[in-house]
């Protein structure tokens, strides 16, 4: 059973450009959530996705976008890098407490992240 | 919103001690609190949770106590062993799939 998988694993950009980065969730999740990690900090939470809509939101700004697919996968978007969007990004899955999981934990499972370095 | 304190920030204990990480909240409204471990260059993984309907969860080595009344939790691990060492997060949030709201995180060296 494939965990959460992200792509790419490293990404270098420069200030100004646009990235789109990809998650596809554990198999029986239907919710993705996305997370900001800089070095030597804990993980912010950006937005998470559920039934194709964004449900929730952090104190992003609005150049941080995203996006789920029927098949729950996700992309995060994020548009005119700055220097510091340099951070990990982390993308975890989870499914709806009482839903079609069955024995799936309900929590938060953690892909590996992307690796995003903007120059 | 949440706001989520971690002590301390840097943990040296001997291998075979104990070692105790503590957080508390502030949105009396969190009801779940996962810790996470996570190894250098990788994915925060999740080792222990507890629920507000609940004071103490135990699983092996590894143990959470939570005062909601005062509103921390804290983490306990005993028998500490090399591979112990990494850094540990808390977090807390309404419920298991919502948003997580994270501490700071604790490095903890343990030696042997």
């Known amino acids: 059973d494939a965990g959460v998988t992200q792509s790419p694993t490293h990404l270098i950009k420069t200030r100004g450009q646009q990235v789109t980065l990809r998650c596809s969730p554990k198999s029986g999740h239907d919710t993705v959530s996305w997370y900001q990690q800089a070095l030597g900090q804990g993980p912010q939470f950006i937005f998470q996705y559920y039934e194709e809509e964004e449900r929730q939101r952090g104190n992003f700004p609005d150049r941080f976008s995203g996006h789920q697919f029927p098949n729950y996968s996700s992309e995060l978007n994020v548009n005119a890098l700055l220097l510091g969007d340099s951070a990990l990004y982390l993308c975890?899955?989870?499914?709806?407490?009482?839903?079609?999981?069955?024995?799936?934990?309900?929590?938060?499972?953690f892909g590996s992240g992307t690796r995003l370095t903007v120059v | 919103g949440e706001n989520v304190e971690q002590h301390p920030s840097t943990l040296s204990v001997q291998e075979g001690d104990s070692a105790v990480i503590k957080c508390t909240y502030s949105d009396s409204a969190s009801n779940y609190f996962p810790w996470y471990k996570q190894e250098l260059g990788k994915r925060p993984q999740l080792i222990i949770d507890?629920?507000?309907?609940?004071g103490e969860k135990k699983d092996q080595r590894i143990a959470v106590t939570l005062n909601k009344t005062a509103k921390h939790f804290s983490l306990h691990i005993t028998e500490t062993q090399p591979e112990d060492s990494a850094v540990y997060f808390c977090?807390?949030?309404?419920?298991?799939?919502?948003?997580?709201?994270f501490g700071g995180g604790t490095r903890l060296m343990v030696k042997p």
């Open positions: 975890a899955s989870s499914v709806e407490e009482g839903g079609t999981g069955g024995a799936i934990p309900y929590g938060y499972t």
């Open positions: 977090a807390a949030s309404m419920w298991a799939g919502n948003m997580l709201t």
């Open positions: 507890i629920r507000s309907n609940v």
